[in-house]
């Protein structure tokens, strides 16, 4: 907040006597402000550094008045009238405060931040350079393939999503007297509704494994696998054959991978074609 935002804020909260809590650098000015304001409305202006007190120093001594105690506040605190007090340097917690103790803005904004970067995904079909017609040849297909082993991580990422999600339910279901919250079945169903525009290889057995999860898993709510113990038990079943076929299948894989007869991936304009279709853009 600037400092000419602050003095307007200061004034409307005070019309409406509100406290506030005033957090900033050292010396860019805070007292200042607070005091200006005090001086346009023409009204006490206390300014009191709380780094310099006690709680005691605040709230006073303690006296006995009719067989009860009773606390007297300090003379230097108001009891009447209308003004602004001014507790400065509050955070400093009579010393304990620690600057060191706590990360700094720029570390708090590298690690919660958000950055958009938006990059062109290569195509060895839109290569300009002057190069041979071999050479040429050699780095599209560098670049097609690179392109590929980068979406082919990202598949391998939602096989294990998708097993992560299944295996939890599997997992939480099985056990007696667990308890489970909505998201048990919600985290399955969002990530089966959104699993065919993530799969941009186009990964048949994918998707076949998301419709088949969603007909059997998605069908009733976390509620109804509470009440129903019957349901519960059928549904574990169900997610435990689910995960079964889901290995059976990786397994599978994993050793055509090993004997160099895996099926051949999509290309690259296979891949934008796809990408494009959920994206509703043209493709060129």
């Known amino acids: 907040m600037k400092p000419s935002q602050l003095y307007e804020a200061l004034h409307a909260l005070i019309s409406e006597r509100v ?66 007090l001014f507790l400065d340097e509050l955070t400093e917690l009579n010393g304990l405060f620690r600057e060191e103790d706590y990360p700094s ?32 040849a050699r ?9 590929r082993q980068s979406l082919q991580k990202g598949t391998e990422d939602l096989w294990t999503r998708l097993k992560g999600v299944v295996a939890h339910m599997v997992e939480r279901l099985n056990e007696p007297g667990s308890r489970f919250h909505a998201s048990l079945v919600s985290n399955i169903c969002e990530l089966v509704d959104l699993l065919p525009r993530l799969n941009v290889n186009q990964d048949e057995e994918l998707n076949r494994f998301a419709g088949e999860i969603r007909d059997r898993l998605c069908g009733f709510t976390a509620r109804d696998l509470k009440k129903n113990e019957i349901l519960r038990a059928a549904t574990a079943n169900d997610a435990a054959e689910i995960l079964t076929e889901m290995d059976a299948v990786l397994r599978e894989r994993g050793q055509l991978a090993e004997s160099d007869s895996a099926a051949i991936p999509a290309s690259a304009d296979d891949i934008f074609a796809h990408m494009a279709a959920y994206m509703e853009a043209p493709v060129s």
């Open 105 to 136: 803005t720029e570390k708090l904004r590298n690690k919660f931040g958000v950055r958009l970067e938006v990059l062109p995904i290569p195509s060895g079909n839109d290569f300009r350079v002057t190069l041979s017609e071999e050479e040429q």
């Open 139 to 147: 780095v599209a297909r560098e670049i097609d393939e690179n392109v």
């Open 19 to 84: 406290p506030l809590h005033i957090w900033g650098a050292c010396g860019v000015g805070k007292s200042q402000i607070v005091a200006q304001v005090a001086a346009d409305r023409k009204c006490e202006f206390l300014d009191i550094r709380a780094v310099q007190l006690d709680p005691v120093d605040l709230r006073g001594l303690p006296r006995i008045s009719a067989d009860r105690a009773e606390w007297v506040p300090p003379k230097f605190l108001p009891l009447d009238g209308e003004g602004i």
